[in-house]
């Protein structure tokens, strides 16, 4: 493990608003980029790439992603940089347009290096403090919880919800969606290396980004996605993917002695399960990690997390723990981790 290198493992927020909307459902999608361009200095971060389709924009980040949905935005950045500090920005911006908050959601695996990090990231108990001070007050059904506490690959999660919100969500047989967050360490070393740039390849990052996605595999995961690439300069790529109103995310950091990787999702319940798993099982022969996390968020009642392991241990992983906790406005939350057989 090298003394220092870049932070892969991000930081993840999501916020959701609900009001009237007088501008024909485009929601905060009319937040102007100079406005978001405020938000990320605050946060540390640029855009470099961006796309948008009718339900969503999508942005590549210096460090990451962001995704503006009419009614949520979801940002995570990697680095040093300083999520949280959005969280104010955000609020007040969705106040303008009339829309208020009523849940967040904030996740991360654990830091490589957390040493480096600044406040308020300094530690989970900060990053909870920091929360509650700049959440809005009506957001008052919280929680916070690390979940595989006894393991070395732990899962923070915090959510906030207002109580209405939390009443409408206790019924959730209407919400079909769920998340998929896989964390990824100790890459293979060859296949780390195909995320590396040639030097003076004379390409922009965009097309450098597309010669990466078609090479790596990472176009096989979703033939039918928007892509928006970008590869950087030595080493490093990011990806979101648009299919209709479901976004898709990779991030790789492939430095030996600190290598990283993530991919994130949104599934339905509807989809065909054998397809999903599908998807798992190619995402971690893209990079052969030695260590992996795979964490589903879905209503309660519904039970994603179960194959995973199935589709994952064939591939010489072995489940190490399994963590599994409710959270208000968010649902079950369960948190699985796997290293290879040799570890």
């Not at 959601?105 to 403090?129: L, M, N, W």
């Amino acid at each position: 493990m090298a003394v220092s290198g870049f932070e892969g493992f991000e930081k993840r927020l999501e916020l959701n608003f609900s009001g009237d909307d007088p501008a024909a459902g485009m929601g905060l999608r009319r937040l102007d980029f100079f406005s978001l361009e405020k938000v990320l200095h605050a946060v540390q971060c640029t855009v470099v790439s961006a796309v948008g389709n009718r339900y969503f924009d999508s942005y590549v980040l210096s460090e990451s992603s962001l995704f503006v949905y009419p009614n949520k935005i979801i940002i995570k950045t990697c680095g040093t940089t300083q999520l949280l500090k959005s969280v104010r920005p955000l609020v007040d911006y969705a106040i303008t347009m009339g829309l208020t908050l009523c849940g967040c959601r904030y996740t991360r695996g654990s830091f490589i290096f957390p040493e480096a990090q600044p406040y308020p990231h300094t530690s989970f108990k900060d990053e909870v403090v920091y929360l509650e001070e700049n959440l809005p007050k009506h957001l008052s059904c919280k929680k916070a919880s690390v979940m595989n506490s006894k393991s070395c690959y732990k899962w923070h999660v915090f959510t906030a919800c207002d109580e209405v919100h939390m009443v409408a969500m206790e019924d959730m047989h209407s919400d079909d969606l769920y998340t998929v967050e896989i964390c990824m360490t100790e890459l293979d070393r060859v296949l780390a290396k195909k995320f590396f740039r040639r030097f003076n390849d004379g390409k922009t990052g965009d097309s450098a980004g597309k010669e990466m996605t078609e090479i790596t595999g990472i176009r096989d995961v979703n033939r039918t996605a928007l892509i928006c690439d970008y590869a950087f300069d030595p080493c490093g790529y990011s990806m979101n993917g648009l299919d209709g109103n479901r976004y898709s995310t990779v991030h790789v950091t492939p430095e030996d002695g600190f290598s990283y990787a993530s991919f994130e999702c949104v599934g339905s319940f509807y989809d065909d399960r054998e397809e999903f798993f599908a998807v798992l099982q190619k995402v971690v022969k893209i990079f052969r990690p030695a260590a992996l996390s795979v964490s589903t968020t879905c209503p309660t009642g519904h039970e994603i997390w179960r194959g995973v392991a199935k589709a994952i241990e064939p591939l010489g992983m072995r489940l190490r723990s399994r963590a599994a906790d409710e959270f208000p406005a968010a649902g079950t939350v369960v948190s699985q981790t796997f290293t290879t057989r040799r570890k």
